[in-house]
């Protein structure tokens, strides 16, 4: 599957943004989908994941209670709502597919080339 992400920006401390990451293939429904996001001279970390039905969902401890991660199956996209937004959000957002539920980037084959977040205060 090939991802492509968009929606990054800068945006002031407690505002919003709405990542998108557009998938390609007949095979969508059948990755868990995840979010990461790394910052300059940081590990990729995990922010959330979501099943392929779309009815299980995991977040990050940094990300609970502001961000929310959605797929369209019929549009074959993924989405994180971010809202609250704080400095340290800053980073380049990747999406990402796999096959296991995991906060492990390794555990992800197929990843899209990114979306840089600003938040400024």
């Known amino acids: 599957v090939q991802l492509q992400a968009s929606g990054g920006g800068l945006v002031q401390v407690g505002g919003s943004l709405r990542l998108s990451c557009a998938a390609s293939?007949?095979?969508?429904?059948?990755?868990?989908m995840g979010w990461f996001r790394q910052a300059p001279g940081k590990a990729r970390d995990f922010v959330a994941s979501?099943?392929?039905?779309?009815?299980?969902?995991y977040y990050a401890d940094s990300a609970k209670g502001r961000f929310t991660i959605s797929r369209d199956t019929a549009k074959n996209t993924v989405h994180l709502q971010m809202n609250s937004l704080k400095p340290e959000d800053t980073a380049v957002y990747y999406c990402?597919?796999?096959?296991?539920?995991?906060?492990?980037?390794?555990?992800?084959?197929?990843w899209g080339q990114g979306t840089l977040v600003t938040v400024s205060s």
């Open positions: 990402a597919a796999g096959r296991y539920y995991s906060t492990n980037p390794s555990y992800f084959s197929s």
């Open positions: 293939g007949r095979t969508f429904s059948t990755y868990i």
């Open positions: 979501v099943s392929g039905s779309g009815d299980g969902t």
